[in-house]
């Protein structure tokens, strides 16, 4: 497959058979926000562009401060079939994870730091990182 041109069409997203899309970085691929619902919950929600995938099972919470983590459901998934892992459970922009627990310091707010792993279709698999959340 090679690059090719955009589409004439504005209105086509996906690219034609045989070409690539221009793969974004993985700052602009997945960009997680972290909120508080209420001083127990937290929600992180994803901007992920069409195309791009988060895997669940690469999904983890590797420590807070400022709150005190009792659990966390991961929402909106879908699942796949991947060329590489086969079936698999992905996160996209519809996805969630509802962090619950209790607020430890809420004058400074809370810190999160996420472990995630996504690809492209059919193109490429960005390195597993760790991204520093806050809530504003």
Do not use: W
């Amino acid at each position: 497959a090679t690059h090719c041109p955009p589409p004439r069409d504005a209105g086509q997203r996906a690219p034609r058979p045989g070409c690539l899309r221009r793969a974004l970085s993985a700052a602009q691929a997945f960009r997680p926000t972290l909120s508080a619902y209420d001083a127990n919950t937290l929600v992180i929600s994803f901007q992920i562009p069409e195309g791009y995938y988060l895997y669940r099972d690469r999904l983890s919470i590797i420590d807070t401060q400022g709150f005190q983590l009792t659990s966390y459901q991961i929402g909106g998934t879908k699942v796949i079939d991947d060329p590489v892992a086969g079936r698999e459970e992905v996160l996209d922009a519809g996805s969630r994870v509802v962090v619950r627990g209790m607020s430890t310091d809420q004058a400074s707010g809370v810190r999160l730091r996420l472990k995630m792993q996504g690809c492209l279709k059919d193109q490429l698999c960005y390195p597993a990182e760790v991204r520093t959340l806050t809530t504003r």
